[in-house]
Structures are given as C-alpha cells and as structure tokens.
C-alpha cells in the first residue's frame, strides 16, 4: 500500500512540474516515433533487420562490453550442506582484481544439471535475496547461481570497516555514483553489471555438473532489468524470467524513473522502449512478470509483452513468451516463483510436468558470506569500480580544444536563445525557458541615472545535506552586497524538479538529470542556456553597462559553461565549486555527479578548460565531497572564518 501512495504522490508532483512535463512531452513524441517504426514491422526478415538495429544501437550506447578474456581465478571457500542440496560459497574474477561474491545452489548427487542465474534486486544484502528460489530449483534438479551486485552484499564499494556500514547509505546511491562516472566517459554502468553476469556463467558453464545447453535467467526488480540485459545479450542463456520491471516508458519516464543500471542514456532518444529489449532475442523464450500491487502496475507492464508478443507471432512462436501477473506488492510471491520453476523446466528439461515449491530453510546473509571478513575489499590485489573506470579513462582520455568544447556545448543546445518571453511583478521576473516552463528570478535596480554593470547570480540556498558534507554559502547576502556597490543584480532560480528532488546523501538530483539523458537532452546544458536568457534580458536594458556571473557550489560549473560559449560575460566568479571532473574518480562516491553530468565530457576535458583564466575568478575549490582541495596557484582560498569583502573587490575591479 506504501507503494501505491508513493507512486499517486509522483502523480501528484507531476502536475504542479512544468519542466517535468516539457520532457514528457518529447519522451512521448520520441515513442509515437518508435511505436510507428515498429508497427510497420510485418515480416521475419524485418523482424530480423529490427533486431540488428536494436542491439548494434544498445550495445553503442552503453559503451559495448568489456572485452577482458582472463581467467576466473574461481575458487570454493566454504559449503554449507542443507539437507537435499549444497551451497557453495564461490568467489571469482570479473576483471582482473574485481572480485564477484556468490553462492551456488546444487544437488547432491553427481550428474549434468541444466543451470540457472539468479540475479539480485536492490536488497543491501544482495545474494541471499532469492534464495528459496535458488533452493528449490537445487532440489528440483538444476545448479543455480546467485551472486552480489557491485554496490551490495560483499561488494559495497564505500564500506568503511570504522564504521561497520557503506558510507554511501544504500546500494542505489552506489548505482547512481558508477552511472555518472560512466555516463562522463559516454559510456554506461550497465556494461559492468552485464559483464559480472556474462562471468557467472562463464564460470557456470565450467562445472561438471552443469550442462552449457541449458541454462536459464530471472531476477526480480533491478534484477528483472538485469535478466533482460543479460538473456538479450548472451545466447547461452535459453530461457529467461524477468520480474517487476516490466513498464513502457509511456508511464516510466515520469514515473517511479529507474537508477542508473536500469536507465540506459539516451535509452528513449535513441528510439527504444521495454519491449525492444525482448524483441532483440526473440525468440528466446520470456516468462514476463508482475504483480497487482506493484509501483511497476500490471497496466504499464502488458503493453511491453503484447508489443513483444506481436513479434513472436510474425516468427510463428507465440507459446515463447507469457505474461504471469502474481498477487501482492513489489517481488516474487510463490506464485511467481512457482511460474519460474514451470518455465525453467518447460524450456531447459523439455518437460510439463507439475512443479510446486516445498518450505526450505533460509540462511542469514552472515551464514551465506564468502569472504573471511565480508568485503572483497580485504581480498589480495582488489580493485574497486571507480579504480577501474579511472584506469580506463586514463588510456582513452585525448584533451581537446577550448574551441572544440565550445562547438560541443553549442550542439547540446548552449548557445544565447534570442529575446525571451518576460513577465514582471515589481522586482519579480518570470522568465518561459521553454513553452510553458516558466524561471523565476529577482531584479534589483539600484537608483541613479547612467549605466551601472550587472551580475547574474545563480541563485543557492542552504539545502538539507549530511553533516559529513561541508555546505556551501547561500547566494542572498551576496547579492546584497553587490547591489549596494551599486549594481544591477539580477538573481536567477534555474529550471529544475524540485518536488521531486529526493533528500538522500550524495545523489543531487538525479531524477531530473537521469530523465533528460533519456530523451537525448543535458541539464547542465538546459541550465547554462537559461543563465545566457538572463544575459539577454539584461543586455536588452539600456542601463547596463557589461554583465558578469556568480554562482556557488555545482552550480558553478552551469555559470562556466555559459560563459564558454558567450563572451558577454565579462568576469564569471565560482565559488567551492568541483574544481575537476577526474577527482570524480578518485573516490568511489561523490555529490552532486549528475548535476554536472555531460555525457563523454571527461574524454576530452576539465572544467577550467571552460573559461579563459582572464575572465574567471574561482575561490576556494572543492572535491566531490565538497571539501576544499588544493588545487594549485590559479585558484582563490579564504582564511579560516574569512567574509567574502576581498573577493567581492576582486570580481567588480579586475
């Protein structure tokens, strides 16, 4: 029931959200496109030329897989016997040094057994999550395989032994961390979740009692869109059962929008829906799944299998794909788990015989742990993912040209937008960014004739953060204070969600963020282009003599991007504001990624690469964690306690 008020709440937000809805609008334009390209599909020969668009354009824009061939390195450290099966506790090498936590599930008689993956939603602990399904297909014949998503159970990246928790409160924050990292290097997370499930059965398949021509797939919420990635993927899987994730992008955009392994970019620009990803393997067979209570509704998961189903049929085979909607909220329920033993065996056994499951004991995730301490971290030689992405951005990082990242940032749409539509109450300004998405700012004036020099201020105001993070200064006082210099200040709130801005640590406002790299569009980029609407308007003002900009904090890199592409910004003034892109890679978690996310941007630049140093005072630069870092000569750094007289003096007279 929680579930269900929480989505009628997302529905609720969604009306008083014009910015959310300008997007839906092109999400839904951008599906009209594709739901027409795929009804005019009537033949297998274009079935099959769809579905060779389908991967050749999904494999491009999550980066294509990694193409690491070593070895496993596999090794068994402990078995629990369980009364009519084994669990082995597995650990092997995804890459080299990425170390993957498993356990696997067999029978205890000696034999080849058809296998099958079961990959783990956003439960903190990861592998134990499905075990009675994992037990039951053990004692039903079949070798099954549950393993910790990286982010979770022994693989939690930020997992501090002073604490005895992650610092990152949570897997999904973990997930968006390694999406923005990914997404900086035009590349997406997916490929390395993918990539530890391609390995478990690659070590699956190396097993004597395992036979290679039967093995099957499902998981359940992140899982399910695991499973669906995987099976469409990787021919080795025969059978697969994704659950509780099904939902056309028609109501998943702005809905409860997924996180980063699940959200491909540019997944909906580039002319997809759910139902592409099954289409791409047909006709593999697909058990489908929901349930009635689900934030993933029944209603918004059948239109992604009777798309999908519409397929099957034009290649004659219908009976390879079922849609099963189980009772109760969010998961699997007997039922459904009940429906995946049927599949598993109808697909992998070649066999209708009844299939019910039987009550099996569940071990505590401590019981089921496969490392001594219960981190890979402590393992000879691990590597963490941010250390591998931050090897690989190494090798194929090639700087660029101001001018190049200027031609880039006028392609994603920064460039001065011409007169805007301007409505005014006083000193109150509103400001259409776009059709109906209005920004509001404030304009003070100060007395006297003649022309006066104006500044743009972005405007920031103290936000909810964790004591642990240091916040940046609010932007009023400042203002202020400029105005009574006797200048024009015009103080700019930028487009954004902001009732749907979600209050946990580190993640900013991904929803926002995640929602336009779908549809093929950049925040950051939306946001620079609304400082240079606020550059026009004062500029159309006959009292104003030059413009400049401040801004605080992330929002800072928005200021510079404006200014790299409009040299009427005289002077632009950062403030504790990410001094680098790269430092993203040093930690395996940061604030505020997505805020500053420009897909591919730390192949080629940095953010001082922005702004020519003549036009650009920056003060006390940060770390992603908002901690004042040196950065060497070129920056400004405040004593402790120090107010902002100096630098005020510095931005208004050099």
């Not at 200027?406 to 006083?426: D, W, Y």
């Amino acid at each position: 029931m929680r579930l269900w008020i929480a989505f009628a709440a997302s529905l609720a937000l969604y009306a008083d959200d014009p910015f959310l809805q300008w997007m839906d609008r092109i999400a839904q334009q951008q599906l009209d496109e594709r739901a027409a390209r795929l009804a005019a599909i009537q033949t297998p020969e274009q079935v099959k030329q769809r579905q060779a668009q389908i991967k050749t354009k999904f494999l491009e824009i999550i980066g294509g897989l990694p193409d690491y061939k070593g070895p496993l390195n596999a090794r068994v450290t402990g078995v629990i016997n369980a009364g009519g099966y084994a669990i082995e506790k597995v650990i092997f090498e995804s890459l080299s040094g990425y170390y993957v936590t498993a356990n696997v599930y067999r029978p205890l008689t000696k034999g080849r057994y058809p296998a099958v993956l079961l990959q783990s939603g956003h439960t903190q602990e990861g592998k134990p999550e499905p075990q009675i399904t994992a037990a039951n297909l053990a004692l039903q014949g079949y070798v099954a395989m549950t393993f910790d998503p990286v982010g979770q159970g022994e693989r939690e990246q930020t997992y501090l032994p002073m604490l005895g928790r992650a610092l990152s409160g949570g897997s999904v924050n973990e997930h968006l961390a390694m999406g923005a990292q990914n997404i900086w290097m035009n590349q997406s997370v997916v490929r390395y979740f993918v990539n530890d499930a391609r390995r478990a059965i690659d070590y699956l398949v190396s097993r004597a009692d395992v036979d290679p021509n039967a093995i099957g797939a499902a998981g359940c919420s992140g899982a399910g869109a695991l499973t669906t990635y995987t099976a469409a993927l990787d021919d080795r899987i025969k059978a697969a059962a994704p659950a509780c994730f099904l939902m056309t992008y028609r109501a998943l955009f702005s809905g409860p929008t997924t996180d980063s392994e699940m959200s491909p970019p540019s997944f909906i620009a580039a002319g997809f829906d759910q139902a592409d990803l099954y289409i791409m393997s047909a006709p593999k067979p697909w058990l489908l799944m929901a349930t009635e209570e689900d934030y993933f509704p029944p209603k918004t998961a059948r239109p992604v299998y009777e798309e999908s189903r519409r397929i099957f049929e034009i290649l004659k085979a219908p009976e390879r794909i079922r849609f099963h909607v189980g009772p109760g909220p969010h998961g699997t329920p007997v039922e459904s788990r009940t429906e995946i033993y049927r599949w598993m065996a109808k697909w992998l056994k070649h066999s209708d015989a009844p299939v019910e499951e039987v009550p099996v004991k569940q071990y505590s995730n401590l019981e089921l742990r496969v490392t001594k301490t219960g981190s890979v971290a402590d393992e000879p030689g691990s590597r963490r993912l941010h250390e591998i992405l931050k090897e690989e951005l190494r090798k194929k990082r090639k700087p660029a040209t101001r001018d190049d990242l200027k031609a880039e940032l006028k392609r994603l749409g920064v460039a001065a937008p011409g007169a805007p539509i301007v409505k005014t109450n006083g000193n109150e300004i509103v400001v259409d960014v776009e059709p109906g998405v209005p920004v509001r700012a404030k304009l003070y004036v100060p007395s006297g004739n003649g022309k006066k020099p104006a500044v743009v201020i972005v405007e920031d105001m103290p936000m909810p953060q964790p004591l642990f993070v240091s916040r940046t200064r609010p932007t009023a006082p400042l203002a202020e204070a400029l105005y009574k210099k006797g200048h024009i200040v015009l103080e700019l709130e930028l487009r954004d969600s902001p009732l749907q801005v979600e209050s946990r640590a580190f993640t900013g406002n991904w929803l926002a963020n995640g929602r336009a790299n779908l549809i093929g569009l950049n925040l950051p980029a939306m946001r620079a282009r609304d400082i240079l609407r606020a550059v026009d308007l004062l500029e159309a003002r006959g009292d104003v003599s030059e413009t400049r900009g401040a801004a605080r904090g992330v929002k800072g890199i928005w200021l510079l991007m404006a200014a790299a592409v409009d040299a009427r910004l005289k002077k632009v003034w950062v403030d504790r504001t990410p001094h680098s892109v790269l430092a993203a890679y040093d930690r395996p978690i940061g604030n505020f990624f997505f805020d500053a996310l420009i897909p591919g941007f730390a192949l080629k630049y940095d953010f001082r690469d922005f702004v020519e140093p003549a036009r650009l005072l920056w003060s006390d630069p940060t770390d992603w964690m908002n901690r004042v870092v040196d950065a060497g000569t070129a920056y400004y750094y405040r004593y402790t306690g120090e107010p902002d007289d100096a630098l005020i003096e510095a931005f208004v007279t050099r």
